[in-house]
């Protein structure tokens, strides 16, 4: 099961408790005493700069795959923290990201500090609407031996998601995870049933069958997950699988995981099959096959979201980290009408960015 830490940030005295909880995450990805010390200091500073900027908001840490590269199963993770609020946003973001620049007459070292500390930064801010400020910190990276070493050559697409537990348990009984089997890469988003540890659970089973069975296509590995999932709650779960080479994406789900896909200027809704992966299957599963091209990006969220949340439109945001694009689309659907009742979950597949010359 996978540690959720979700600390508002609302006074002085929360700034600890995010510390804390970027140490507990870095011990969980394993890392060294070097990493661990610019994981809390990255949380430290995020935290401090919602209190001094935006009057709060709410920090998410989390153990994550890197979003270029699918972790393999039995590799830890990074530690990724995410900085939401719904404050005055940041008029020149440039500006704030260069060490020295403050608007409160302080040293004005908690972006820079952080963009430079951190494996990836990334931030996303409308004035007025607010800021999502979010940095990975994983193992220190060993230098090449040699000059000609073979790197692992980067996928053509890149994920990235957040998980908010609900009211602010250990746990969640949302995951997602990716998982790249040759030409193939497949993201999954699992809702376990209910909330709590015995959801996390069930989620956590589907996690360990995507890591096992990635290179099998989305109605057989669902078929795969309803079998190791049969001890459990059991859990909807949807899986969209990108085939680099034929640029095509294959997507099939159980359940009500909602999945949306950036067709030119809108969103076409891929629909899933009522049921519930570990209990009660379909007896057939459907599949939606659609072309993949570079200005596609596909948003797959639990039932934490509102039905009716509307998808992101800006430029801007959609060429985002993809973790980033999840944040602002958990932001702006929530709402102090709703209530929030169960775990919320979403995650995002877009393409890389061209390299830069």
């Known amino acids: 099961m996978a540690r959720v830490w979700d600390v508002p940030v609302q006074d002085s005295t929360r700034v600890r408790d995010a510390r804390v909880a970027a140490e507990g995450a870095a011990a969980l990805a394993g890392l060294d005493e070097r990493r661990t010390a610019a994981v809390a200091l990255v949380a430290t500073e995020l935290a401090t700069n919602l209190l001094k900027h935006a009057g709060g908001g709410l920090l998410l840490v989390d153990v994550v795959p890197p979003p270029g590269r ?11 923290i995410a900085a939401v609020d719904h404050g005055p946003g940041i008029a020149d973001v440039p500006a704030a990201l ?35 400020a979010l940095a ?13 070493e073979d790197v692992p050559d980067a996928p053509a697409a890149r994920a990235g998601g957040v998980v908010v537990p609900f009211a602010g348990a250990d746990f969640s009984g949302d995951a997602w995870a990716w998982a790249r089997s040759g030409d193939r890469l497949t993201l999954m ?17 589907a996690v360990r069958e995507l890591h096992r069975s990635a290179h099998l296509p989305p109605p057989e590995l669902l078929r795969r997950m309803h079998g190791e999932l049969s001890g459990t709650r059991g859990a909807a779960v949807a ?24 067709d030119g200027d809108g969103w076409r809704a891929l629909l899933s099959r009522p049921g519930i992966v570990g ?41 985002a980290d993809p973790a980033v694009v999840a944040a602002v689309t958990v932001r702006d659907a ?24």
């Open 70 to 80: 699918p972790a393999a199963a039995e590799e830890a993770g990074v530690v990724q």
């Open 189 to 205: 988003l699992a809702d376990g049933l209910g909330h709590g540890p015995e959801a996390a659970r069930a989620s956590a089973a």
């Open 136 to 148: 990975r910190v994983g193992p220190a990276r060993p230098a090449p031996a040699l000059a000609h």
């Open 98 to 132: 260069r060490d020295g620049f403050s608007t409160t007459h302080s040293l004005g070292a908690g972006l820079g500090t952080c963009r430079r500390v951190a494996d990836d930064f990334d931030l996303y801010s409308v004035p007025g609407r607010g800021t999502v």
């Open 239 to 262: 899986l969209a699988q990108l085939e680099t080479g034929a640029a095509r994406l294959r997507f099939a789900g159980v359940g009500n995981i909602g999945a949306r896909l950036r």
């Open 334 to 357: 929530s709402s102090s009408a709703r209530p929030v009742r169960d775990d919320t979950a979403v995650a995002v597949l877009a393409p890389n960015p061209p390299e830069r010359p």
């Open 279 to 319: 209990v009660h299957r379909p007896a057939t599963l459907a599949e939606t096959l659609l072309p993949w091209s570079a200005d596609r990006v596909l948003i797959l969220h639990s039932d934490g979201l509102p039905s009716r949340w509307v998808p992101p439109a800006d430029p801007a945001l959609l060429a």
